[in-house]
T-cell receptor, first 114, second 112 residues
Framework: NAGVTQTPKFQVLKTGQSMTLQCAQD?????MYWYRQDPGMGLRLIYY???????DKGEVPNGYNVSRLNKREFSLRLESAAPSQTSVYFC?????????????FGDGTRLSIL | AQSVTQLDSHVSVSEGTPVLLRCNYS??????LFWYVQHPNKGLQLLLK??????LVKGINGFEAEFKKSETSFHLTKPSAHMSDAAEYFC??????????FGTGTRLKVLA
């Protein structure tokens, strides 16, 4: 059972380049999330998807777009990367949306933007 | 406003001594609280969760936490630290529909 799988694990980009971070879960979860983790700031929500076909902004959505491709997959796109987007990105999934179920996390994508 | 506060950014203990990682919360929702551990270059792994059943919650690897409504606390404890416990720990609370509130993390160092 793979859980939540993120690709790639590492990436270096130049300012202005674009890229898509991929996430897939095999737990039949309805809800999926993208977070960024920066030192001393915990995890901050970028976007989430309550169910297939829906997406909503989180705390720090500027500069990002997302696609819920199907129930399993939720991708995050940086259209024009900026150095401020250097971070570790985590995808997570869970059942439902009441906030009383734990999230399951992938191992992250470490992104550096030069 | 909802908030989760981890009171210590760094904690150092000697191997074999007790661990205490402190977390306070504030929420207008009926609380659901979680502790996660993050090892280097890994994602967050669930240690335990509180969702209004027993106030003393036992988790994996010998960790446990007690929900104290009067103190708005959910501290994580372990009787005897092991070297493999060295990691970063996150307290997470329910922030509303589809929302979770993350503490800023406590880095645990275990000294030989």
């Amino acid at each position: 059972n793979a859980g939540v799988t993120q690709t790639p694990k590492f990436q270096v980009l130049k300012t202005g380049q674009s890229m898509t971070l991929q996430c897939a879960q095999d737990m039949n979860h309805n809800s999926m999330y993208w977070y960024r983790q920066d030192p001393g700031m915990g995890l901050r929500l970028i976007y989430y998807s309550a169910s297939e076909g829906t997406t909503d902004k989180g705390e720090v959505p500027n500069g990002y777009n997302v696609s819920r491709l199907n129930k399993r997959e939720f991708s995050l796109r940086l259209e024009s990367a900026a150095p401020s987007q250097t971070s570790v990105y985590f995808c997570a999934s869970t059942y439902g949306g009441a906030g009383n179920q734990p999230q399951h996390f992938g191992d992250g994508t470490r992104l550096s933007i030069l | 406003a909802q908030s989760v506060t981890q009171l210590d950014s760094h904690v150092s203990v000697s191997e074999g001594t007790p661990v205490l990682l402190r977390c306070n919360y504030s929420s207008s929702y009926s609380p659901s609280l979680f502790w996660y551990v993050q090892h280097p270059n890994k994602g967050l792994q669930l240690l335990l969760k509180y969702t209004s059943a027993a106030t003393l919650v036992k988790g994996i690897n010998g960790f446990e936490a007690e929900f104290k409504k009067s103190e708005t606390s959910f501290h994580l404890t372990k009787p005897s630290a092991h070297m493999s416990d060295a990691a970063e720990y996150f307290c997470v609370g329910r922030g509303g529909t589809y929302k979770y509130i993350f503490g800023t993390g406590t880095r645990l160092k275990v000294l030989a």
